[in-house]
């Protein structure tokens, strides 16, 4: 049976995962009137035997044992959730989490242990991750610290941290495990393991939760109420297709922290764990906090980064610059500093045609290749361009991946001239987790569910060079300038000598 892609991405896309009608029943929700005495109308779990055998209809203030009322009067602006309020129920203790939506008040109820950590000790705790998060030296460091703090914090057996890719796929580029466990570093998981809703709520809410798979999920009632949005709600019943997922991939209980940078789901604190285990509201608080820090000093050390490669781009393009200015011809002024020029982008081969003239250095594919590949960028408007699979684009440079994988092009304004960097092939391996190409299968009739096996899939992608930098690219735009302004100079002392 053929599997069509697009079809299994949208109905996973699709799933309404945000009404699942039901709750996961380690906790307790309560939907109650947004006004008037916020009477409780309908509810999810074990509420009689584990909060007040008659709840229904009854006062939300009475039945939480508190005046509910301020606490909703002072909400801090734009704010629509207050959390973490102690409830004592009947043989247990719970903290509360009181949500406000256009509608109701949803209160989800969640059983806590009796000694929480100290908030000092967290804060001292907090305070130091961030303080070795800022001193790393790299991003790479900077991964491995999280996921050693992370699995610290929470004590999973397994912490990754899942980054998205551009295509949404993701891969994991840290990990601190239990030794004892096969490790997923490195590998790559698809898209479509992680569907487009749940990565919207995910940047929604920054923490989700599953202690177990094995469950029986608790329904909302009465069941005039199971189509309410559960959006904000921890407990929120899991789709069953990713139980199946966990279920497939020997994982009992997993939770995920998103570090979301900009604005943007930048990627997942992943977590795994081979028995049931929890993670409390307070400790989510605290991982949501890390978190948002990770994200900040990821951005900080990638701009860093770029500051550092712009900075060595300027210093290469002052060097380069102003040998331009000399009064020999541009062909040999350009000859002159060309191991400069193709070395400060690195690129492994570097030309100029202008005309039918070629001038080659390093690695390049033939002349007739250069001409043709030179036509093409004049025939797309003269405007630099760069590429890392150049073979995709222009038919010509199919079969010169070895030289031609990569090209930057930047037309100048003089002579007709333009000049490539090119960038040879380099072959990756891409370490699947299970095969992305199987990720779903779908029967006529059957129920959606994720690939089976999570074994190595080893993909070679060719074609490919690595990518030109944004820094690189500016530098290729910039060098068109600067060389147009040196030539410019030039021309006017030539002209003024002359007269
Ligand atoms: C949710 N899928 C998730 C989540 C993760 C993954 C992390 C968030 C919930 C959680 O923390 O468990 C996937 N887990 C991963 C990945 C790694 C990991 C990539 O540890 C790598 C290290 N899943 C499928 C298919 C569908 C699907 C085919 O494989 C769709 C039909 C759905 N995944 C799916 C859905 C959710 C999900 C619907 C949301 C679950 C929810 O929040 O209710």
């Given amino acids: 049976l053929e599997t069509d892609p697009t079809l299994d991405l949208t109905v996973c896309d699709r799933e309404p995962i945000h009404i699942p009608g039901a709750i996961q029943p380690h906790g307790l929700l309560l939907v109650a009137a947004a006004g008037g005495e916020h009477q409780v109308l309908a509810g999810a779990g074990a509420i009689e035997a584990r909060l007040a055998a008659d709840w229904q209809g009854r006062r939300l203030s009475d039945l939480l044992g508190q005046d509910v009322a301020p606490l909703l009067d002072h909400l801090p602006g734009g704010l629509d959730t207050v959390g973490q309020l102690p409830v004592e129920g009947i043989g247990e203790r719970f903290v509360a989490t009181l949500h406000r939506t256009g509608t109701h008040l949803l209160v989800e109820l969640e059983p806590v242990a009796d000694e929480p950590t100290s908030v000092a000790t967290t804060l001292g705790w907090l305070d130091a991750v961030a303080g070795s998060f800022e001193r790393a030296a790299d ?5 491995d610290r999280a996921a050693s703090a992370f699995r610290r914090l929470t004590g999973f057996d397994r912490v990754m941290i899942y980054r998205f890719l551009d295509d949404d796929a993701g891969q994991v580029v840290a990990e601190d495990r239990d030794p004892a466990l096969e490790t997923f570093r490195n590998h790559r998981f698809p898209a479509s393991d992680i569907p487009r809703q749940a990565r919207a709520l995910y940047v929604r809410n920054r923490t989700r939760v599953i202690p177990t798979i094995d469950y029986d999920p608790a329904p909302l009632r009465p069941a005039g109420f199971a189509q309410l949005d559960l959006s904000d709600i921890a407990v929120r019943h899991v789709s069953p297709v990713h139980l199946q997922y966990l279920r497939n991939m020997g994982v009992e209980a997993s939770a995920s922290i998103s570090i979301v940078k900009d604005g943007l ?7 795994h764990h081979n028995g049931p285990r929890r993670l409390p509201p307070d400790v989510r608080s605290t991982g949501a906090t890390l978190a948002s820090g ?10 860093a980064a770029a500051y550092r490669e712009r900075l060595a781009l300027r210093v290469a393009e002052d060097s380069v610059v102003p040998r331009l200015n000399s009064e020999e011809p541009l062909r040999a002024a350009i000859v002159a500093v060309k191991d400069e020029l193709c070395a400060m982008l690195h690129a492994d081969g570097f030309a100029m045609i202008a005309g039918d003239q070629v001038e080659r250095f390093g690695r390049c594919p033939d002349d007739d290749v250069l001409v ?3 036509r093409w960028v004049r025939e797309r408007g003269g405007e630099p361009i760069a590429t890392h699979e150049l073979g995709a684009l222009l038919p010509i440079a199919r079969g010169h991946e070895q030289t031609a994988s990569g090209l930057l092009a930047v037309p100048l304004h003089e002579e007709d001239a333009i000049l490539l960097w090119l960038r040879a092939e380099t072959i990756e391996t891409i370490e699947w987790a299970g095969n992305p190409h199987k990720s779903v299968a779908v029967e006529p009739g059957a129920m959606l569910t994720p690939r089976a096996s999570f074994a190595v899939y080893t993909e070679t992608v060719s074609g490919r060079s690595q990518r030109w930098t944004l820094e690189q690219i500016e530098a290729g735009h910039r060098l068109r300038r600067r060389f147009h302004e040196a030539r410019q100079h030039l021309q006017v002392r030539i002209l003024n000598r002359e007269y």
């Fill in 139 to 143: 991003l790479q460091t900077l991964y």
């Fill in 372 to 374: 043709g590949i030179a």
């Fill in 265 to 271: 789901l930048w990627g997942l604190v992943a977590c």
């Fill in 294 to 303: 990770l994200a900040r000093q990821i951005r900080a050390k990638e701009e």
